[in-house]
């Protein structure tokens, strides 16, 4: 992919600076969950993460690793879905990308 870029990297959520105590296995949690819904859906050109105990800060999601359903899923919903599970320490919710996708595959 020419314009290849990162969608989103843990370190980027890990090493940010907060002024309260956060847990950072939210976040591995959350790369677990979205990797594993892009995979399962059908919505990535390879694979991405094969052992889900290697998520570490250097771990990324990619434009190229995803289909172009894929990049419209995170344009349409990623962002809101990321938010809402980090924000409601709830991980392993994928309701957000779940409507998201339906409604893509709809049209």
Not at 52 to 63: L, P, V
């Amino acid at each position: 992919m020419e314009n290849d870029f990162t969608v989103d990297k843990v370190s980027w959520h890990t090493k940010k600076v907060r002024n309260y105590d956060f847990d950072n296995n939210v976040i591995l949690r959350y790369f677990e969950t979205a990797i594993r819904f892009f995979q399962d859906n059908g919505l990535t050109t390879k694979v991405i993460v094969k052992d889900f105990r290697n998520i570490n800060d250097d771990t990324c999601i990619k434009a190229s690793d995803l289909t172009q359903e894929g990049i419209l899923l995170v344009k349409k919903a990623y962002g809101r879905w990321a938010d809402y599970v980090v924000d409601k320490n709830m991980p392993g919710d994928t309701f957000i990308l779940e409507r998201a996708l339906k409604k893509i595959r709809s049209k």
